[in-house]
């Protein structure tokens, strides 16, 4: 039953359901347009993340890097750069929904900082998410659309992440450099077989996202390891998600046979800074996860889509989901203005945002 409820209260499936159904009545989907391909690989990426989760590997990180930390800025250094890498391999929700909270403990318990190194955190699980196929879910579809080779994914990949470090390594040194006591070390203990297990899994999860061995094999393999470990870590698996996808996929397939609606969305997709501009403002109004698979059913510029849809979850609080989250995440577990933190939280992301959209016109004009 909870299964069941955290479904039927995610607020962006319920959007998607009722656009879905509106569209029913102009079309009907074909099957050719589900992209299967991505919501296998979306399943696998969602329960390898569960399993992980279940085995706390990102609380012991934080944890032991935490405990060498000597000041305010350090600590918030460490945090975000660790939401940088576990966001790489854990997603951004993931990583939102795990270090912030873990922050805030610690904030209240030295009486720290809150508000900027939140911002950071999240901001670190953007920047990470972005930079590898599986990081974001939209990744994941833009590398099965237009079949994306890895050396080409990274090619992308790699300059946003050296300057969205840049940007974040900057706004690390407006955090106050104060001295804290020792951050104690908790004794979260993890199983070794079942990490080594599921570390397994995901590099068989790599083979499957660029299509070198069926997508849905390392999606049943990730099901079976997570039943063995303990079943009940499919409870926890996000089906909003994979259904929201489903959805959007029922959707697209609907409007791509009203003609009127072809006509006017191909009119903003008639070049790469088109498509990158498109995707970058549209994500701020719906999310970047809808709308790269809405746009990337009328574009061929998979690069432009690329860099729209990761740009843009930077900005407004829709911008991505892990956005939403880190703010859903503060206003549960931070002690100071929430108000104060969704200002300064706007502030750093569109400056950001400004930042990365300027480098990304320059990419699709001087080096793609």
């Not at 959007?15 to 102009?26: A, D, E, G, H, R």
């Not at 975000?80 to 929904?97: C, E, G, H, P, W």
């Not at 050296?162 to 199983?191: A, G, M, W």
């Not at 996929?249 to 046979?257: A, H, K, L, M, T």
Request: overall charge positive.
């Amino acid at each position: 039953m909870t299964v069941i409820k955290n479904i039927a209260k995610d607020r962006i499936l319920q959007i998607t359901v009722v656009i879905t159904i509106i569209s029913l009545f102009f079309a009907r989907p074909r099957i050719e347009d589900i992209n299967f391909h991505t919501l296998y690989s979306i399943l696998a990426m969602l329960t390898i993340i569960q399993i992980f989760s279940y085995l706390h590997v990102l609380d012991v990180l934080a944890y032991k890097l935490t405990a060498s930390a000597r000041s305010t800025r350090r600590l918030t250094a460490i945090f975000t750069i660790l939401s940088i890498i576990s966001a790489m391999f854990l997603t951004n929700d993931i990583t939102v929904l795990t270090l912030i909270p873990l922050y805030l403990t610690i904030a209240r318990r030295h009486h720290l900082p809150e508000i900027l190194p939140v911002t950071l955190i999240g901001m670190g699980a953007n920047i990470g998410a972005a930079f590898t196929p599986w990081g974001n879910p939209h990744n994941i579809f833009v590398v099965n659309r237009y079949n994306v080779s890895p050396i080409k994914f990274f090619s992308w990949s790699i300059p946003l992440l050296l300057v969205s470090l840049i940007i974040v390594l900057v706004f690390i040194f407006f955090v106050k450099d104060k001295p804290i006591p020792t951050v104690p070390l908790e004794d979260i203990r993890i199983s070794i077989r079942p990490m080594l297990l599921t570390i397994a899994v995901s590099i068989f999860f790599f083979f499957g996202v660029f299509n070198i061995v069926p997508a849905y094999v390392p999606a049943i393999v990730a099901v079976i390891l997570a039943l063995i470990i303990n079943p009940s870590i499919m409870l926890h698996v996000d089906y909003a998600l994979l259904l929201t996808f489903t959805c959007f996929f029922i959707f697209i397939s609907d409007i791509q046979q009203i003609p009127f609606i072809v006509t006017l969305i191909s009119k903003t997709m008639f070049s790469e800074h088109s498509v990158f501009l498109t995707s970058i403002i549209s994500s701020q109004f719906i999310s970047n996860v809808p709308s790269t698979i809405l746009i990337g059913k009328f574009t061929n510029f998979a690069e432009a889509l690329f860099l729209g849809s990761n740009i843009g979850g930077f900005g407004s609080i829709v911008g991505s989901m892990a956005n939403m989250l880190v703010f859903k995440s503060f206003v549960e577990n931070g002690t100071v203005s929430k108000r104060k933190f969704f200002w300064v939280f706007s502030v750093l992301e569109f400056a950001g945002l400004i930042i990365l959209t300027i480098l990304g016109w320059i990419v699709l004009d001087f080096v793609i």
